[in-house]
């Protein structure tokens, strides 16, 4: 069945710091992937998506590639803040033909003062 | 800029009685998703909606059900409420062929007695 694993452990890091997301999926080949922030009682809100056939997209500080050979986006916050502290999802639609996001189990960040 | 309205933003029912949660999605998106939200889990998908037709399923149960009217609005109705089903439900919107980046509402904080 299809399967997205995400670090399960909270990710604790000094401000200033490159914090490294990993989002792993497996029995499948996504045609998009998106990467989510959600604060605790909120609703996720959109950061970046990345195409199969793109390596790497950045947003100011973000970071985010995409290996279909590995199976894995990787999710980079360069210079990071305390404010960056919530949970990242990645969410891969699954094929083209689809609509329907999975999400991962989510990393919560924690970026230390 | 508009985002997606949900209502109400909270509500508790008894057991075995039925709910009614509303989504209000950007204007112009065409694409309307349900997802439940456990504590501590990530967002389940439960279905969507493309042009007021059906268009993806996921994990929704059959005492769920769920339409979009014709200016867009969505509904997801639950009947015969259990325990079990108390979280946050989200409703997000999208534009399809836009990279269908889900934009989230606030979120429907449902508890069930």
Redesign the interface.
């Known amino acids: 069945s299809q399967k997205i694993e995400q670090n399960s452990e909270a990710l604790n890091i000094q401000e200033g710091k490159t914090a490294t997301l990993t989002c792993n999926y497996t029995n499948y080949s996504p045609a998009?992937l998106?990467w989510?922030r959600q604060d605790p009682?909120?609703?996720?809100?959109?950061l970046l998506?990345i195409?199969e056939n793109e390596k790497e997209k950045r947003k100011e500080r973000l970071k985010v590639t995409f290996d279909t050979t590995l199976k894995q986006s990787l999710f980079h916050i360069t210079a990071s803040q305390p404010a960056d502290s919530a949970t990242y999802?990645c969410a891969p639609?699954p094929t083209s033909g689809?609509?329907?996001?999975?999400?991962?189990?989510?990393t919560r960040l924690k970026v230390l003062a | 800029a508009a985002g997606v309205i949900q209502s109400p933003r909270h509500l508790i029912k008894e057991k075995r009685e039925t709910a009614t949660l509303k989504c209000y999605p950007i204007p112009r998106h065409d694409t309307v998703y349900w997802y439940q939200q456990g504590p501590g889990q990530d967002p389940q998908f439960l279905i969507s909606f493309y042009e007021k037709m059906q268009s993806d399923k996921g994990s929704i149960p059959d005492r769920f059900s769920a339409q979009q009217f014709s200016d867009y609005h969505s509904e997801l109705n639950m009947s015969s409420l259990e325990l079990g089903d108390s979280a946050l439900y989200f409703c997000a919107s999208s534009l399809r062929g836009r990279g269908d980046t889900q934009y989230f509402g606030p979120g429907t904080r449902l508890t069930v007695l």
């Open positions: 998009y998106q989510y009682g909120r609703g996720p809100v959109f998506l195409r999802l639609r689809t609509y329907k996001y999975i999400f991962g189990t989510g």
